[in-house]
């Protein structure tokens, strides 16, 4: 980036990034509307309440019709979270589907269940809000973006929510104006001193509570934590994996679990010369999340609701020139030397994300995080885990290009 251009852009980040509309509207409010949509939520363990109740906080553009579940406590506490609704509860999600009154179903159950829910939601004529990753392995990615591509009208969204918060969308701005140089690496993590299960009123239910501590329901930390990481990425820099190495293991916590407790994936980008680390564990809980992106003017370092930028050597002494040239105030930086991103408090990022679902059912469009980005995600998630069960390297092939 040439000094004058640098100059005249500076303002931008001293005084907070100048928004492009597209961006802004991602993430503000719809005005208000007659059209409420009825919303069957389909699978009630934790994520699946806690939409429920980002929904209600919505400003009466949904309203909560139908939930699905088929555990009896979990029903009994959904009926409690949906309150005042008074929804119609049901064991088979194709009761929901049956209701000609429900617009669109919110999924959240197991990831091995994704796919089937999602297609047949479509088919019934649902809008679909689909829990991240998007589907269990490559080839259901595949297919549900052809059975997508039969219903044009109905809105899939995939439940990367990173993609509506103004704090990503800052980041993926600051990226396309240069401000980071040349990105090389990437290192993120989200790591916690916790055995990721759920307690189990019966010992019977071991599996069906717990379902992401075995392969046949899960993606692992891969699927339930990287993947926002990953997918990330894809988004900012418009790009895949060429390759995928993984290690992993069951180190730590010897209950029984199938799915490793203790991952590190590397994802080579060779278009963008950049290397990817993606790692997460079980046993310590000191760095939690992390995600830093390293260029040659400067790199960010993200936490969920703030991020910093810091400025290389000679990046910094442009920006103090800026400064005394344009009178701006002067930049003000962490204990650190971080310059910081945002300063407005942030919502959670499913109320973002549940605001463009609305837009899109009530508008038409593809979403941000939609079925073809999805697909790609879902698709970097299974190679990773593939290349860390395997020991092999995985590579992009042809055929995963769905757009």
Not at 91 to 103: A, F, I, M, P, T
Not at 108 to 120: G, M, R, W
Not at 167 to 180: A, N, S, T, W
Not at 209 to 237: C, T
Request: aromatic content about 10%; some cysteine.
């Amino acid at each position: 980036m040439i000094r004058r251009d640098f100059i005249r852009q500076a303002g931008a980040l001293t005084g907070g990034l100048l928004l492009q509309s597209q961006m802004l509207a991602a993430f503000t409010e719809i005005a208000p509307s007659d059209s409420v949509f009825n919303v069957g939520v389909i699978g009630c363990g934790d994520r699946g309440k806690g939409i429920m109740h980002t929904l209600k906080e919505l400003d009466g553009k949904f309203r909560v019709t139908a939930i699905c579940d088929p555990l009896d406590f979990r029903l009994k506490e959904a009926e409690a979270e949906a309150a005042p609704f008074k929804p119609a509860a049901y064991k088979d999600y194709r009761k929901v589907l049956d209701d000609k009154s429900v617009s669109a179903v919110v999924i959240a159950v197991p990831l091995n269940l994704h796919y089937q829910i999602a297609a047949d939601a479509l088919r019934a004529g649902k809008h679909v809000y689909l829990e991240k990753t998007m589907t269990y392995n490559t080839a259901q990615a595949i297919e549900l973006v052809a059975v997508s591509k039969k219903y044009p009208k109905l809105t899939l969204q995939v439940g990367h929510q990173y993609r509506y918060t103004p704090l990503y969308f800052r980041v993926k701005q600051i990226i396309d104006d240069g401000y980071l140089g040349k990105v090389t690496q990437i290192d993120c993590r989200w790591d916690r001193n916790w055995n990721w299960k759920r307690a189990v009123p019966d010992p019977s239910l071991e599996r069906k509570v717990n379902w992401r501590m075995y392969k046949e329901y899960s993606g692992g930390l891969p699927a339930e934590l990287l993947s926002h990481q990953i997918d990330f990425i894809n988004w900012a820099f418009n790009t895949q994996p060429d390759e995928v190495l993984g290690a992993g293991g069951v180190d730590f916590y010897k209950d029984g679990r199938e799915v490793f407790d203790n991952v590190q994936a590397v994802l080579r980008y060779s278009r963008e010369g950049m290397i990817g680390n993606f790692g997460a564990t079980c046993a310590n809980a000191h760095d939690g999340y992390m995600f830093r992106l390293k260029g040659s003017k400067g790199m960010i370092s993200l936490l969920m609701n703030e991020g910093f930028y810091y400025p290389e050597k000679e990046t910094r002494k442009e920006l103090d020139l800026v400064d005394g040239v344009t009178g701006a105030t002067k930049i003000q930086m962490s204990k650190d030397g971080g310059i910081p991103l945002l300063k407005e408090p942030l919502k959670d990022g499913t109320w973002y994300a549940l605001n463009d679902f609305y837009k899109s059912i009530r508008e038409g469009g593809l979403p941000a995080s939609n079925v073809f980005t999805g697909a790609k995600t879902a698709i970097c998630v299974d190679m990773a885990n593939q290349a860390m069960y395997q020991n092999s390297i995985q590579t992009w092939k042809p055929s995963y290009n769905l757009s």
